[in-house]
């Protein structure tokens, strides 16, 4: 049956990601690094483009939200949530812009910005990435297999081991559900 099948290949990359040792060194290390953002006051913003972009905005909100319990909001966001400013910036300058110049605005030394893309190549992520790394904004790249050309502009490579982008997205749900739920535990220990 197909449906199986389709449920199998999504087990099967969430089982090669559990094998990794160094996919999951780096994801505690990014969660060190939220912690540690948030500690000083920083934020840490979101950006991706289509389903990456659903997925941006719903781990920004996990965090500034809540995840597993109350308790007090973490500045997150995610870039893309204001339509006035995306399409003004879009139609003044071009869409490769909307996420750097925003960055450049409001980014400050010790944020983060967590870029999804599942090829690793849209062109607004990969400005994004620059205009953070030129600001001092730590960078972590959710990407598919190859890292695309966001993997030299990332301080933390989350590669999912896979070039289908349906399970790709799936992995970087699951991952940034993992960051969410070991962030928020480490902030408001229960």
Do not use: W
């Not at 893309?80 to 300058?93: E, F, G, P, Q, R």
């Not at 983060?112 to 090829?119: D, E, G, K, R």
């Not at 001092?136 to 966001?150: D, F, Y």
């Amino acid at each position: 049956m197909r449906i199986s099948q389709i449920i199998q290949e999504s087990i099967q990359v969430k089982e090669q990601i559990l094998q990794d040792a160094r996919l999951l060194s780096t994801i505690e290390e990014v969660v060190t690094l939220c912690v540690h953002s948030f500690q000083r006051g920083n934020k840490v913003l979101f950006c991706g483009n289509g389903g990456s972009a659903a997925d941006a905005q719903h781990l920004a909100a996990e965090l500034s939200g809540r995840f597993y319990y109350d308790r007090p909001p973490l500045p997150a966001e995610a870039l893309h949530v204001n339509t006035s400013y995306l399409t003004a910036v879009a139609n003044d300058y071009s869409f490769d812009e909307v996420f750097a110049r925003i960055l450049k605005g409001t980014g400050r030394t010790g944020d983060v910005l967590i870029a999804l893309s599942t090829s690793g190549n849209s062109r607004n992520v990969i400005q994004a990435l620059q205009a953070a790394r030129e600001n001092g904004i730590a960078t972590v790249g959710l990407t598919g297999e190859s890292g695309g050309l966001m993997k030299p502009l990332c301080d933390y490579l989350i590669n999912v081991p896979s070039g289908d982008t349906p399970r790709i997205q799936e992995a970087h749900i699951l991952i940034g559900h993992i960051v969410c739920q070991l962030v928020e535990s480490a902030l408001f220990p229960r």
